[in-house]
């Protein structure tokens, strides 16, 4: 079927960030004299939203208090850092002017806390390029739950089976099935093709380019 809209998970999907991820989260644990850890590593670590990011990188035994300050002084470094060496995929912009002009409707939803992805998205592409953007925030829940998902796709006036989702890891493809959208790994992200196909990606795209050829948006 044509689809009418696209959400896009954003770390790791419209945007290349993991320098600046690992940066500010190496940046974190050299304030308490903690061991870094190599970028890669922290490819594994994002995904599931920043406390989620804290937990994994602190070490075990960390409380919960311990991992709530340290997750505002992860917040504070982070908003110093994230427009660094962030940028989006190349091509990436040309497709969504593309998709724009056809008429398909564009959301973001990111487990990423809500300042940062508002401050990134309206820095790195043009105004009104997206519908909708959706960040962590109190009150919503984190994917792969499909609400802030359907949410989106509620305001953009779509049926989830009308919907196409973008996304590079485990927990995009899980949101998709959720929220019975149409699951679209991409494989230029932070995780890798065997993790997208298990759960549930129905297509694989190479490039962002590949969107325009691989899932029907009309013309």
């Not at 820095?123 to 998902?149: A, C, H, I, M, Y």
Request: hydrophobic fraction near 40%; charge should be neutral.
């Amino acid at each position: 079927m044509s689809y009418k809209a696209v959400i896009f998970d954003l770390d790791g999907t419209l945007i290349d960030s993991l320098q600046d991820l690992a940066d500010s989260g190496n940046a974190l644990l050299q304030t308490y004299g903690y061991q870094t850890y190599p970028v890669e590593r922290y490819r594994y670590f994002v995904g599931n939203g920043s406390r989620k990011l804290i937990e994994r990188i602190m070490p075990p035994g960390t409380t919960p208090e311990q991992i709530d300050l340290a997750l505002t002084r992860y917040k504070a470094i982070y908003a110093e850092r994230y427009l660094n060496k962030t940028r989006p995929y190349a091509g990436m912009t040309e497709v969504l002017a593309v998709l724009k002009s056809r008429g398909i409707k564009l959301g973001v939803c990111t487990n990423k806390h809500v300042d940062a992805a508002s401050t990134i998205v309206n820095t790195l592409f043009n105004e009104g390029t997206f519908d909708q953007l959706l960040g962590d925030k109190p009150g919503l829940k984190r994917k792969p739950d499909p609400s802030g998902v359907l949410q989106i796709a509620a305001s953009l006036g779509v049926k989830p089976e009308e919907v196409a989702y973008l996304g590079d890891t485990m927990v995009d493809m899980l949101t998709a099935k959720n929220a019975g959208f149409y699951p679209v790994g991409v494989l230029w992200g932070f995780r890798d093709k065997a993790e997208l196909v298990e759960n549930g990606a129905q297509v694989l795209l190479d490039k962002p380019e590949d969107l325009l050829t691989k899932v029907d948006l009309g013309k």
